[in-house]
C-alpha cells in the first residue's frame, strides 16, 4: 500500500462514527465473539444465520403450500349473512338477545351500551352445495359454487373490535404496528422463488360507492424491524402498476443497467464501512426494479388471456383497480413465482346500510372470489396454492339503527366469532369446521384464534412458527408472539 492510500484509510477510520463503529462490530468481532460463547459450532451456525438475510432451516417440514394469495375483506365481513347459517333467527326476528348469551362479549363503543339487543334476521336465504351439503347465502352464489373446493371456518375469534386494530392483528400478529406483516415473515423465512418479481405483492381496492371509510395503512404489508427488503411491493390500480417503472425519455436500457451498476458498487463500498443491512436492501431493491421494468408490463398485459377466463371473473376484470381485476392478476403472479400475494378489499363496514352494501360488496368480490380458486385449479396450482378469504371480524347477531327499516339499518362489529374460509394448500375441501351457538354470537366448538390461524398457515407452508424468529430489542419475535396452535382439524 502507498503511502497516500494508507493515508486514506488512517483518514476513514479517524472520521468514523459511533454508529459505524458498532455496525462493524457487530458483523465482525462481535458476532466471533457471541459464536464463541456460544460454543457449539452448529448453535451458533444457527444462531447467526438469524441475524440475517433469511435463515438455511427452512422449511423445516414438508410443505403442503408454496405460495399464498390472501384475499383480505377489511371491514367486517357478516358471518351470519354469508357463511353461518342459523335458521332460527329468522323467526326471531326483533326478540332481544338474552344476557346469557351476550355476557362476557366486547363490544365496540357504538353498541356497549344499548339498553335493548334486537335480533337482525339474515338478509337472504341460504342454500345447500349440492356436492358437500355446505349452507350459504344466495348473496354469494359463486362462492357457494365452489363450496366442494374450500373448508369454511366458523369459529374464528379476536379481541379486536375496531378496524386498524383488527386488520393488524391479521396481517402482523400484533394490535399494534411496528411487526412484520405475515408476507415478510414468508419472504424472510423461505427467500424468493422468482428472479423477476418480489416475493410479497400487494394490491389494494374498495367498493364504488366509496361507502366504508377504513385506510389501508403501509405496515399491513411491512417489514417492521425485519430488513425492509421483506416488505410487500405494491401494485398500483391506476397508471404504472409501480411507481418509476418507465424510463426517462433518453434514457436507454443499456444506460440505466450501468446507472445501476456503478450506484451498487457505491453501495458496496459503503455497505463495507458501515455493515447497514438496509444498504443491501437498496441494492437489491434498485436490481429487481430493473428486472421489473420487463416483467411487470408483461404480467399486466392481458391480453393473452381467453375470453372464457375472463368472463369466469365477471366484467369487472376490466376495470384497472377492480377486486376481480387484481385476483387475475394475482394468478398471473402466482404463476410466475410471486409467494405471497395480498389483496385488500375494503367496503364492509356496514353499520346503517347493510340491506343494500353488503349485496354490492358480494356482487363484486363472490364471482372473481370463486374464479381464482376454479382458474388456479385448472391449471394445477390449487394443490400447492393457499388461498385465504376473510376480514378482521364478523358483525353482530343483533342490529343497529331502526332493524324494521328495510333500507338504513346494520350491525356492529363483532369479533367474539365469525367466519372465514380456506381453500387449497393442505387444506380440507368440502368442510365446515367450528360451531358457533344458536345466534351465531358465541363459539361452542373448534375455536380457533388469530394467532392459531398464522400458525396453520405457517405449518401448511412447511415453517415451524415457533422457529422462525428475529432477534430485535433483546428478544426474540415471531410472528405468533408467544402463542398459537396448528389446527388440525382444517387439514386434509
Request: aromatic content about 10%.
Given at each position: 500500500?502507498?503511502f497516500?492510500?494508507?493515508?486514506?484509510e488512517?483518514?476513514?477510520?479517524?472520521?468514523?462514527?459511533?454508529?459505524?463503529?458498532?455496525g462493524?462490530?457487530?458483523t465482525g468481532?462481535?458476532?466471533a465473539?457471541?459464536?464463541?460463547?456460544?460454543g457449539?459450532?452448529?448453535?451458533?451456525a444457527?444462531?447467526l444465520?438469524?441475524?440475517?438475510?433469511?435463515?438455511?432451516t427452512f422449511p423445516?417440514h414438508?410443505?403442503?403450500?408454496?405460495?399464498?394469495?390472501?384475499?383480505?375483506?377489511t371491514?367486517?365481513?357478516?358471518?351470519?349473512?354469508?357463511?353461518d347459517?342459523k335458521?332460527?333467527?329468522?323467526?326471531?326476528?326483533?326478540?332481544?338477545?338474552?344476557?346469557?348469551?351476550?355476557?362476557?362479549?366486547r363490544?365496540?363503543?357504538?353498541t356497549?351500551?344499548?339498553?335493548?339487543?334486537?335480533?337482525?334476521?339474515?338478509?337472504?336465504?341460504?342454500q345447500?352445495n349440492k356436492n358437500?351439503?355446505?349452507?350459504?347465502?344466495?348473496?354469494?352464489?359463486?362462492?357457494?359454487?365452489i363450496?366442494?373446493?374450500?373448508?369454511?371456518?366458523n369459529?374464528?375469534?379476536?379481541?379486536?373490535?375496531?378496524?386498524?386494530?383488527?386488520?393488524?392483528?391479521?396481517t402482523?400478529?400484533?394490535?399494534?404496528p411496528?411487526?412484520?406483516?405475515?408476507?415478510?415473515?414468508?419472504?424472510?423465512?423461505?427467500?424468493?422463488?422468482s428472479?423477476?418479481?418480489?416475493?410479497f405483492?400487494?394490491?389494494?381496492?374498495?367498493?364504488?360507492?366509496?361507502s366504508?371509510?377504513?385506510?389501508f395503512?403501509?405496515?399491513?404489508?411491512?417489514?417492521?424491524?425485519?430488513?425492509s427488503k421483506?416488505?410487500?411491493?405494491?401494485?398500483?390500480?391506476?397508471g404504472?402498476p409501480?411507481?418509476?417503472?418507465?424510463?426517462?425519455?433518453?434514457?436507454?436500457r443499456?444506460?440505466?443497467?450501468?446507472?445501476?451498476?456503478?450506484?451498487a458498487?457505491?453501495?458496496?463500498e459503503?455497505y463495507?464501512?458501515?455493515?447497514?443491512?438496509?444498504i443491501q436492501?437498496?441494492?437489491?431493491?434498485?436490481?429487481?426494479?430493473?428486472r421489473?421494468?420487463?416483467?411487470v408490463p408483461e404480467l399486466?398485459?392481458l391480453s393473452?388471456e381467453?375470453q372464457?377466463?375472463?368472463?369466469?371473473?365477471?366484467?369487472?376484470v376490466?376495470r384497472?383497480?377492480?377486486?376481480?381485476r387484481?385476483?387475475?392478476?394475482?394468478r398471473?403472479?402466482?404463476?410466475?413465482g410471486?409467494?405471497?400475494v395480498?389483496?385488500m378489499?375494503?367496503?364492509?363496514?356496514?353499520?346503517?346500510?347493510i340491506?343494500?352494501?353488503?349485496?354490492?360488496q358480494?356482487?363484486?368480490?363472490?364471482?372473481?372470489?370463486?374464479?381464482?380458486?376454479?382458474?388456479l385449479?385448472?391449471?394445477?396450482?390449487?394443490?400447492?396454492?393457499?388461498v385465504?378469504?376473510?376480514?378482521?371480524?364478523?358483525?353482530?347477531p343483533?342490529?343497529?339503527?331502526?332493524?324494521n327499516?328495510e333500507?338504513k339499518?346494520?350491525?356492529?362489529?363483532?369479533?367474539?366469532?365469525?367466519?372465514?374460509?380456506?381453500a387449497?394448500?393442505?387444506?380440507?375441501?368440502?368442510?365446515?369446521?367450528?360451531q358457533t351457538?344458536?345466534?351465531?354470537?358465541?363459539?361452542?366448538d373448534g375455536k380457533?384464534?388469530?394467532?392459531?390461524?398464522?400458525?396453520?398457515?405457517?405449518?401448511?407452508?412447511?415453517?415451524?412458527?415457533?422457529?422462525l424468529?428475529?432477534?430485535?430489542?433483546?428478544?426474540?419475535?415471531?410472528?405468533?408472539d408467544?402463542?398459537?396452535?396448528?389446527?388440525?382439524g382444517?387439514l386434509s
Amino acid at each position: 500500500m502507498s503511502f497516500d492510500q494508507h493515508l486514506n484509510e488512517s483518514a476513514k477510520r479517524l472520521n468514523q462514527t459511533r454508529r459505524q463503529f458498532f455496525g462493524k462490530s457487530a458483523t465482525g468481532i462481535g458476532t466471533a465473539a457471541l459464536a464463541s460463547l456460544i460454543g457449539k459450532e452448529g448453535r451458533a451456525a444457527e444462531t447467526l444465520a438469524n441475524y440475517g438475510s433469511g435463515t438455511a432451516t427452512f422449511p423445516t417440514h414438508t410443505a403442503k403450500a408454496k405460495r399464498v394469495i390472501y384475499l383480505m375483506q377489511t371491514g367486517g365481513p357478516s358471518h351470519l349473512d354469508l357463511f353461518d347459517y342459523k335458521p332460527g333467527m329468522y323467526a326471531r326476528h326483533g326478540e332481544n338477545i338474552p344476557e346469557s348469551v351476550r355476557a362476557g362479549v366486547r363490544l365496540s363503543t357504538m353498541t356497549g351500551n344499548y339498553k335493548e339487543y334486537p335480533v337482525l334476521r339474515p338478509l337472504q336465504n341460504f342454500q345447500q352445495n349440492k356436492n358437500c351439503g355446505t349452507w350459504m347465502s344466495d348473496l354469494v352464489p359463486y362462492t357457494r359454487e365452489i363450496a366442494d373446493k374450500i373448508c369454511v371456518i366458523n369459529s374464528m375469534n379476536t379481541e379486536a373490535v375496531n378496524h386498524a386494530p383488527g386488520v393488524t392483528f391479521f396481517t402482523t400478529g400484533h394490535q399494534l404496528p411496528g411487526r412484520p406483516s405475515m408476507g415478510a415473515w414468508m419472504s424472510y423465512g423461505l427467500g424468493s422463488a422468482s428472479e423477476d418479481l418480489p416475493s410479497f405483492v400487494v394490491m389494494l381496492s374498495r367498493d364504488r360507492e366509496n361507502s366504508c371509510g377504513q385506510l389501508f395503512y403501509d405496515y399491513y404489508w411491512g417489514s417492521g424491524f425485519i430488513p425492509s427488503k421483506y416488505q410487500g411491493v405494491k401494485f398500483r390500480g391506476q397508471g404504472d402498476p409501480v411507481l418509476f417503472l418507465s424510463d426517462p425519455k433518453g434514457l436507454s436500457r443499456d444506460m440505466k443497467k450501468g446507472l445501476i451498476d456503478d450506484v451498487a458498487a457505491l453501495n458496496r463500498e459503503h455497505y463495507e464501512d458501515v455493515a447497514d443491512p438496509e444498504i443491501q436492501t437498496r441494492i437489491a431493491q434498485y436490481e429487481m426494479a430493473y428486472r421489473m421494468q420487463t416483467s411487470v408490463p408483461e404480467l399486466t398485459d392481458l391480453s393473452d388471456e381467453p375470453q372464457h377466463i375472463l368472463d369466469m371473473y365477471g366484467p369487472d376484470v376490466h376495470r384497472p383497480g377492480s377486486f376481480a381485476r387484481n385476483c387475475l392478476l394475482a394468478r398471473r403472479l402466482a404463476e410466475r413465482g410471486t409467494q405471497f400475494v395480498q389483496l385488500m378489499h375494503a367496503g364492509w363496514d356496514q353499520h346503517q346500510n347493510i340491506p343494500t352494501q353488503l349485496a354490492v360488496q358480494c356482487k363484486d368480490t363472490d364471482q372473481p372470489s370463486a374464479a381464482l380458486v376454479k382458474d388456479l385449479e385448472q391449471r394445477g396450482l390449487l394443490e400447492d396454492t393457499l388461498v385465504i378469504w376473510g376480514g378482521e371480524f364478523g358483525r353482530t347477531p343483533f342490529g343497529q339503527g331502526d332493524i324494521n327499516n328495510e333500507l338504513k339499518h346494520g350491525r356492529d362489529h363483532h369479533g367474539a366469532a365469525f367466519s372465514i374460509w380456506m381453500a387449497g394448500g393442505g387444506v380440507a375441501p368440502g368442510k365446515v369446521y367450528g360451531q358457533t351457538d344458536d345466534y351465531a354470537y358465541n363459539i361452542v366448538d373448534g375455536k380457533l384464534h388469530v394467532h392459531d390461524f398464522h400458525a396453520t398457515v405457517m405449518h401448511l407452508l412447511g415453517i415451524d412458527h415457533e422457529k422462525l424468529t428475529y432477534r430485535f430489542q433483546g428478544r426474540r419475535f415471531r410472528l405468533t408472539d408467544v402463542h398459537g396452535h396448528v389446527v388440525k382439524g382444517i387439514l386434509s
